[in-house]
């Protein structure tokens, strides 16, 4: 099971392999399913997927993961990397956020190194590929290159359809293709929010036993 972090570093149900739409991006899951590299990069622009891939990695890892998203790193310490070498998995997520930080850089590197020397994976993820990120650390710069890196592409608005239909499927609801792009047309259409929405969908569903319909899904979401 995930190891328990705190309440904003924690892994989200559902967030897994069964509910991400590959569209373009059918290599790098299959290699993510994989699971069998020591050292994997994903970058992409925001909305393409990258959180819920390494989310679902920690869902799938048999031993135990850990996955810290680094977007709002406000509170957070390079400290807190020290004893995740135990760990079988370590994600880490938005890796720009801490570059040109020299602390968290010499942290990251330190803990590159200890996982490779216990036999654990690790998966990063940022914005942009290993060598645009502004790093002051040469040797952490050079280690983001010594395995596969793959670039995420956004899913196209046919398959964002099916990943709104699929989810609520996944949520005991139906989705018809008209309130699908009801949704699409009106809400923003990155994955991480479609995700949320659907959670929301699927809260407001249950709490007033209401199947989905346009009426329905315009009142709760104030569309």
């Known amino acids: 099971m995930p190891v328990q972090l705190p309440l904003s570093l924690s892994i989200r149900p559902r967030v897994d392999f069964s509910a991400f739409i590959a569209g373009r991006n059918g290599e790098a899951v299959s290699r993510l399913r994989g699971g069998s590299d020591p050292f994997l990069y994903l970058w992409g622009v925001s909305g393409s997927g990258k959180s819920h891939l390494l989310q679902a990695c920690c869902h799938q890892e048999q031993g135990q993961p850990a996955y810290l998203p680094f977007k709002s790193e406000h509170g957070l310490e390079p400290a807190m990397l020290e004893g995740l070498e135990s760990f079988s998995l370590v994600c880490l997520d938005d890796l720009e956020a801490l570059a040109a930080r020299q602390d968290w850089e010499l942290a990251i590197f330190n803990l590159f190194n200890q996982l490779r020397e216990a036999g ?104």
């Not at 998966?123 to 983001?144: C, E, F, G, N, T």
């Open 120 to 223: 654990s994976r690790l998966i990063v993820s940022s914005d942009r590929p290993p060598a645009q990120l502004p790093l002051k650390l040469a040797d952490l710069a050079s280690r983001l290159t010594w395995g596969p890196c793959y670039q995420l592409f956004p899913l196209n608005d046919e398959e964002r359809l099916e990943l709104l239909i699929r989810s609520a499927e996944r949520r005991g609801m139906t989705m018809s293709v008209e309130i699908a792009n009801f949704l699409l047309q009106r809400t923003p259409r990155d994955i991480h929010y479609l995700t949320l929405l659907m959670e929301r969908l699927d809260q407001a569903s249950l709490a007033a036993q209401r199947r989905l319909t346009i009426p329905f899904v315009r009142e709760i979401l104030n569309l």
